[in-house]
């Protein structure tokens, strides 16, 4: 049975290139997650990560998010197979996709965590 | 076929109690990692993570790392079925799981994006 990617995916929460380093670490902590898409008027600019969070430590960076996020974003849609999402992950060696509708607006988020829990059957 | 944790694991990079959170987080930029097993005269004590580092950064903490390590380290080995350690991440809402041998010496790392990739055919 083919699985996709809105069988596994969450609900994404989203931040603004503006939202400072600080409050963007808040939120993962507060959520319990790794990964933030940015969002500016509606529209998908960037992801930032703890990955980014220990980086902008290591180099002793502060300030808005915009300064640190990676813009060129990877995403998969929903009805995307998630071993398609996962070879996109294994080819960017990256641990999440934002997912996203054909007008490209944002309408989930999905970790290698939630692939790795297929295994866990 | 059943696959096992040797089968997927990676070398694990370990630091020590003292290592300031700045130089962990240098070293998960380097390696491009998120995930470092705490070990003191070769007895594992901890883990951090960069959720860890985000964590330290949302309460404006630094110093080392032992004042923000699990102390409390979810581990598995060589000869575990993948779905084990999967269910093992899954019921502990983790992404990485240190791999010992009989003697509880790190030999190496698992983590969900390792595990992901076994979808990724
Ligand atoms: C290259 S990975 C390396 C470490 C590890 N594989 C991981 O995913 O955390 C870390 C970088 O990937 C970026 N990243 C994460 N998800 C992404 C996505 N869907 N598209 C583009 N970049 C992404 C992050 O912004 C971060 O700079
Ligand atoms: C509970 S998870 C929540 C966020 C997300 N699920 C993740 O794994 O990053 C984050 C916490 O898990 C801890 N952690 C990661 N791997 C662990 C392991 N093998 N054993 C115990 N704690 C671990 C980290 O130290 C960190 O404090």
Known sequence: EVKFVKSVMAQAITIEPETLIEEASRIMIEKSINHLPVVKEGRLVGIITSWDVAKAVAMKKAGGVAEIMTRKVITTMPDEPVEVAARKM????????????????????VTSEDLS???AR
């Open 90 to 109: 294994e080819k960017h060696n990256i641990s999440a996709l934002p997912v996203v509708d054909a007008k490209n607006r944002i309408v989930g988020m």
């Open 117 to 119: 829990r297929l295994l």
